[in-house]
């Protein structure tokens, strides 16, 4: 994990800046022989794309990605695939007055602080654009795990929209993807729908989000200590998603708040060879390593900060300012990260599915056996 | 970060089980001429002490530190620093009945399904001992920052311990090392010393907590996009820490329960060529690269799977039993997790500041200049 | 170094195969701030061009690079960089035969033995065309070097064309650029040129060839034990070029028939708190790290394995054939490899000096001084 | 590779100095479940123990290896192993002039000019008693490639000692053991057994050695192109040993005064699915991934910069002087480098069986199947 390259043994490397020529992403260490083409990748890009409706930025990028390397007469080479989107909807007329002012909890500021000096355009570097990379290259890694863990599904979903949550009772797996918030709780999507338009609408306002993703059929084994474990790299892969301010393993920050008796996941026997539980407090992962539960990670994203209300802020040259955002964005950027999510899942998975048989040959213990 | 090593260019590996003879760390890239001896490191060793009072493991562990390499007369030469810490208090016996059984919750069973083996004494390498090197480096780590950036502070203390938490109105900067709890609140600390003679004492049981990080005098651009940010780096590192289940900057989760109003940090002035801030809920860090405000970083940990209580599991073979844990454990880790994370902090703040350096220089943009 | 990516902090991702749509390098790390246009890295690709004369393969391709990302207004913004160069000329009807067969000598037969499959077309992955991308990013780490230390000079030329060896009494600097060979020796270079057309034109053959690539005003410091050494990264840097089979620094194999007194390279006095050395056998590197002395390496260029000649040879299906490679083909492919070797120079010097910041902020210590 | 760590995924780390209490090496992701104890690492470094005759140092060190973790019941567990080797013999009276001057051709200057200061004592970090570390790496390399390919067999030899080489036509395998020099040709030996008497005792002088290290039973498919390829991390591992100016695969420097028909690997059939070679110039390399045939690496040794001869020299103060080393120096320090070549032979083929079982899962292509 070196600036923009992720990931162990299978490795993107992302480039691109919002308002450039284009956008991509470097998969090094894919499994040669996977069967790969740009119709397995656009479904997850057409899922992530802006301008869909009217809870999303405006801007409106067909994100059609080619595939540049790495893939011979449809399977793939081992040698490294070049994912590449280009940029098509640039608008950079609406950026001018953020071209020498800092919108107040933004990047602008930092990359300014840090490197004397930024693309302003679109945010540059800090787009949430770049997260289209991370989505297809997600797309590669979801064709890796098809291949070798035939059983894995991941799938991401939004439990709550500033104040208001999903109601877990009401979960149904099969409404994520008919409502524009991808949310498992039809009632609370109605909700969200109202709330959102209000937000947008007439409060000039965003709002920040959590999103869940699980994954089951992980095998058990992954991960490794210390400094490698699949919790630790999940945390690290969600938390470098834009606006991310928070992660969580299963119970998360609540476990803090139970007793050694409650949170044991306790174990009631065996099945294949593989321990059955009672309960999944440790959201699938122990010491680092996956047990075979399904691994559950939460993160908290933040309420974008380019909104239409005036903020304090301040110009390059010190001088102060009340700055309103205008332009096309995401009153709640939170929706366009549950693919975002997904996808590191996907890449996750997949190094470290890698970087274990590297390690044990992808032989595991068994439970009752030798 | 690649199994049993962390950070990037100034980096940690740590080695050592608990029951074996010995644990320790290298640190390679470590800065010349740092001042450095055993007395740097000590102390902070000595703050996160097994045995020190009836709040922790009973187990007494001297955690006396040996600088084996790096350092000649007294100053640090540029080459890997050997940290050396023998264990002397392996009491073996103890730990019989889970040699072939799992604790419900542990590691030990993801070793085994991992490796096929483990090494069943005391936990092994999941043992929280391994966080003696942690704590042992960072003393290295905060060497390095006090000679670079003599104005860092950083400060860790608890801010709940199960369902009890802490008073922010009460809260004291000088309480933190006056009670065995690291808590800033007086009141709170007498709470928790009864809440938690209860739980070890009469429940058998254990409990959750939550750690609060700070670090002031971090200058603005330590950090980078995007996969090598400040916060995903602090994110691995916290989660890598043993029983930490969840991990927040700034606002953290509750960034999710905001709007975009109430997110942002104005900017209401600037002073010596840096941003003045109206609040943080950005923890001071904004697309990743430190902005110059506290960086705040939370994390959970989970109550210990080690309880004297019976819970359900199985043994090696598959057979059921009720599992109760003897031996020496701490009814609360997130205690001694206090200075484990004081230690990441500094790690990875030293490597972000020479990280910085490698591609900046260490020349940093400044508001109101050319 | 990772597959297909090189580099420390200064990082070189490359992509792309001989006959896809594209080929590329991304440049992780550059320090912001450098003045960078596509104007400053074409004349580099421009040296190394196929199709330029006889002596080389007649394939032509422009060559023209595109910087898709990381630069704004001129300069670079610390973020990735990414150098596009379009394919335009693959004749792939030429590469029947060998689709199915495998040249002796040549990367087709082990890509098929790791991978299973392989692009066959003009070689994939591991054709020379890939050098292409290096001596891009080679053109970036030289605007670097040109910023952070204007005098350093790097100059290579080959020194062997298969028996024939230049004197080094005639050494011309002057002279490189004026043959085809970037041979500094006038007389040699005329007799390169007849020999070379009689290889490749009576006698359908190929030859190999002694690259030398000298980089002076390099700084003491560069460097570092015991696994970062500054030659261990030159020797991986050249030996991951195509066709490469050996590399020296210095005086190389030949110090092997050396004694002690007359290897050691005296040193009589210093000049501005820097030692002056009576000569230079170690090629600018003692223990790894740059001396202040030019920095000398030198390797050796196979003869490509595409020929006319007819070899023994097997397909696929393991049927054998006399095999000639058809196509257009470099008869002595160590003369494109006098950019590339200049471009890795660049880079590892380049990635050093930034990796050298890190750990000492770039102070060094003095001869003469406290 | 990481200043002092070498490796993608089977990683060592070494730290220590020539007379500090100790050194040693941490190995990182090792395969569990391999039998290791010290008795399996004792031999080979028993093989490279300095004061074993008189061609040798005089420094007498046990060079006694402890496991001091990462081994379970005699089992590895995949935790990282510490291989310790307390020094015992320091004689740091010996080195009082060279504490403030620096040996012409010696480390010593350079550690001096990057770090401002270095542990003069014995050559510090620089001193070629680190190689004990890699070989007791190499000692467990050796364990897992044994259990991985059990057909591998790892030989070194000298091939030259100063003007003085082998005749291949006297190569008898079984004389290497049989003389102090590794030699394969027992009248070459029993010449430079004389040879070296002359250069130490009389001539007060050292001398330079080539080293050829061949490991035989290699399989197809190890290698990755481009920057990871199997001869460029063979090149870097064999520079990074002290004293190393060169290094050749195969053919070597001497491939490019061959032609491609005569370096051309004819392929004169197929045997188990593998190609059978009628030559093997490439060295067992192609494109950066092993054929199956004999990986062959030889590199050379300068004559070591610590002689009993005055050197022309300066003083850290830019005085000038005359120096000679006195103390216990190997007076051809390729005799012990051979050992260590085949412990980083070990190191990198262990860490490229592990790194392609990650992308590949181990499976190879084959000729005449499917």
Partial sequence: MSFNTFGHVFRMTTWGESHGPAIGATLDG????????????????????PGQNRMMTQRREPDAVRILSGVFEGRTTGTPIQLFIENTDQRSKDYGEIAHAFRPGHADLTYHLKYGLRDYRGGGRSSARETASRV?????????LAELLPDLRITGYMVRMGEKVI?????????ITRNP?????????????DYLDFI?????????AVVEVVASGVPAGLGAPLYGKLDADLAAAM?????????EIGAGMAA???????????????QDGQPVFASNHAGGILGGISSGQ????RFAVKPTSSILSPRRSIREDGTALDLKTKGRHDPCVGIRAVPVGEAMMALVLADHLLLDRAQTGGVRGRIGEG
């Fill in 239 to 247: 938390m470098s998603i834009n606006a991310v301010k928070g992660v």
């Fill in 200 to 208: 947008r609408g007439r409060d000039h306002n965003s709002v920040g």
């Fill in 181 to 193: 918030f991808w949310c498992p709780d039809p009632q609370a999507a109605a909700e969200w729908a």
């Fill in 136 to 144: 297809a290259a997600g797309g590669v890694a979801r064709r890796v």
């Fill in 30 to 49: 894919c499994p040669p022989g996977i069967a790969l083409s740009e119709t397995d990748i656009q479904p997850w890009l057409d899922r992530r794309r």
């Fill in 294 to 297: 399904d691994v559950v990670v």
């Fill in 256 to 270: 803090a708040e139970l007793t050694g008796r409650d949170n044991a996941d306790e174990i009631t026997g065996t």
């Fill in 167 to 175: 109601d877990r009772a009401r979960f149904d797996m099969a409404e």
